[in-house]
Structures are given as structure tokens and as C-alpha cells.
């Protein structure tokens, strides 16, 4: 077992679920830590945003097996209120929910669509450090031929919040190419206090929505403000991109999946095996058949057909030839 961080210490796992797909991923999520992570002896917090004017329908989750299984497991159902982002950019979700936990304590974010593979024990978290998932590609931004490159529009942002940008650059990487510039996926981050890392976000990402620098002009934020924004939070708070060892979250012990199909297409077996067993359960089984994506991929067998499309040893480059081929027969659902 890998040594703890110095800075390691009890912590809360918080994901965000609403109605729709993902109360049922968080059904998975939560069946995932229990039983690949049993010595876990944090909270699992599951944000659940309250309805209000920033949604037109009620966001909260609608299965009561869902709430049921989930109280099963111990997960602590916690409401928040929308006030910045709700329907118009549900990202945003992820920033308000931060606002709800409780104060001082160290946490660790993860979007639904992950599972638990191993033991979070293994994780030398140093919640002082804070990084996020660099299971990610270029996605943004999108240089215009003959506009701001990446240096000139990261570099806008970093000084409109009086950061250092030098300080950001991976040096082994080449000018002008997306990797140099910090930038990771929001899947899960961390820090010591929900509250601090909350406020900074949320800071953040509104004034970048509503007083963005000249030169993000034609560049797109939907859906990429979250991801924008937080670099910059971490880049402030002292952390950066290899404050974890690799190979541990999106490596041995949590994998973000976003998608059954992908899941099935590109994870190892042993990703496989956990979904299949830690959605085996009676209970467990009778809420997921609700959600038919849930019931068709891994119930009835359509994941092992998208499984038998790919050689896992030679996927690919491209995720996008991956979701192709789904789609060409027919299996893509989510």
C-alpha cells in the first residue's frame, strides 16, 4: 500500500445528482466505493440542487429506489441553492454545490459518470495541493487562424486575476501547443476547504462569463467555463498538475467513464468486472433498470456487443472514430 501524504487527513467525497442520468450514476458511483473502497470513512455527500428561477422544472432526483439504495449505502443526500448557473449551464452545479459542504473540512469532488476500481486508501492526497484530472485533450481553446494564440488568451486570464502565468507553462512542452498551458478536466478535483475553493471558483467563473478579456472574443464558454476557470482556482491555491502520483485516480482506483459505451469500448477488464458485480445486487439492479441506457448496456447485454467491436489492445487515437463506430451500429446511448 502506497504511503499517505503528509498532508493527509479525513475527507468527504462530494458528487453532484440531479434527475435524470445522474442519480442513476450516482447509485453506481456510491455502490463502486462501498465496495472497492470499504475502509473509507469520510462522507459521501451527494449535492442535489433545490428547485428555484434558474430551473423551469424540479432538478431534484425523481426515483425513490434511487433515494432508497443510496441511503442503503450510506450516501447523505445535500441540498443546495442555484443562484448563478441552474438550467442555463448545469456545469455550474459543480461550483454552487461546494457552497454546501462543510467548512474546513477536505474534499474530493468527483463528476458522477466515475467508478471507485480500487482502494482510496492508496491516495496520497495533499489536500493543500490541489490538481484535477488530466485525463483531458485540447478542448479548449480554439485559436482563430488570425487571432489570439493559446499564449495570448491563457495569458489575458492569468493577469486578469493578477496571477503569475510563467509559473503555469510545462516548458517540456512546445510553444503554442495545447499541453504547455495548465488545463485540466473537471472530473474531480480537491482541497482543504470546500468554502475557499467554492468561493474562488464560483469568483472566477463569473467574471469570466460576464467580463471576459478582449481576447477569449471568439471563443466559445459553453460548455467549457467550468474548465476554464479552473486552472486558474488551482493555479491560485498552490497547486498544479502532478501534485498526485500518476496512475491512481483515472488509473488504478477511479476511472471516469463518462459514457457506458465508452466504458465498455476502451476500459480494462477490471473496470468491466467492478461495474458488472457492483451492479449486481437485487436492490442495486432493480433501481438502475429504470434508467433504460443502464438496463439495455449493462443488463442486457449491449455492452458486451460494443465490447466485441474494439481490440482493446488497439484502439482508436481518436475518441471521436470510437463514438463513430458505436453509433454506425446502432449501440450509442446515454
Not at 448563478?84 to 469532488?109: M, W
Request: charged share 25%.
Amino acid at each position: 500500500m502506497a504511503e499517505r501524504g503528509t498532508q493527509q487527513a479525513d475527507f468527504n467525497i462530494v458528487i453532484v445528482a440531479q434527475g435524470g442520468r445522474l442519480e442513476y450514476e450516482a447509485l453506481i458511483f456510491a455502490a463502486s466505493l462501498r465496495a472497492m473502497s470499504p475502509e473509507f470513512a469520510g462522507r459521501l455527500l451527494i449535492a442535489e440542487p433545490q428547485p428555484g428561477p434558474l430551473w423551469p422544472n424540479d432538478p431534484r432526483m425523481k426515483s425513490a429506489e434511487i433515494r432508497a439504495r443510496l441511503d442503503d449505502l450510506g450516501a447523505e443526500i445535500l441540498p443546495f441553492e442555484s443562484r448563478h448557473f441552474g438550467h442555463a449551464y448545469p456545469y455550474g452545479n459543480k461550483i454552487e454545490a461546494l457552497f454546501a459542504l462543510p467548512e474546513g473540512a477536505p474534499f474530493v469532488f468527483f463528476d458522477t459518470d466515475t467508478l471507485i476500481t480500487g482502494d482510496l486508501s492508496r491516495v496520497p492526497f495533499d489536500f493543500t495541493r490541489p490538481t484535477a484530472s488530466l485525463r483531458r485533450s485540447g478542448t479548449w481553446p480554439e485559436p482563430e487562424l488570425y487571432g489570439p494564440g493559446y499564449t495570448q488568451i491563457w495569458k489575458s486570464l492569468y493577469d486578469k486575476f493578477g496571477l503569475d502565468f510563467e509559473t503555469s507553462l510545462d516548458l517540456s512542452q512546445p510553444d503554442e501547443y495545447w499541453k504547455r498551458y495548465l488545463y485540466f478536466n473537471a472530473g474531480f478535483f480537491f482541497y482543504t476547504c470546500p468554502q475557499v475553493f467554492g468561493q474562488r471558483f464560483l469568483d472566477y467563473a463569473l467574471a469570466i462569463r460576464d467580463d471576459a478579456p478582449p481576447e477569449l472574443v471568439c471563443q466559445s464558454l459553453n460548455p467549457w467555463l467550468d474548465q476554464v476557470a479552473l486552472p486558474l482556482v488551482i493555479h491560485a491555491l498552490g497547486g498544479g498538475r502532478y501534485t498526485l502520483p500518476e496512475g491512481l485516480l483515472d488509473g488504478d482506483i477511479t476511472c471516469h467513464y463518462r459514457t457506458l459505451p465508452l466504458l465498455y469500448a476502451r476500459e480494462s477488464d477490471h473496470v468491466i468486472a467492478v461495474l458488472e458485480e457492483v451492479t449486481a445486487p437485487h436492490r442495486t439492479k432493480k433501481a438502475l433498470k429504470e434508467y433504460d441506457a443502464i438496463k439495455r448496456m449493462i443488463y442486457q447485454g449491449r455492452g458486451a456487443k460494443v465490447r466485441a467491436l474494439f481490440d482493446q489492445d488497439n484502439l482508436p487515437r481518436r475518441e471521436q472514430a470510437i463514438r463513430n463506430m458505436i453509433k454506425r451500429n446502432g449501440f450509442w446511448m446515454r
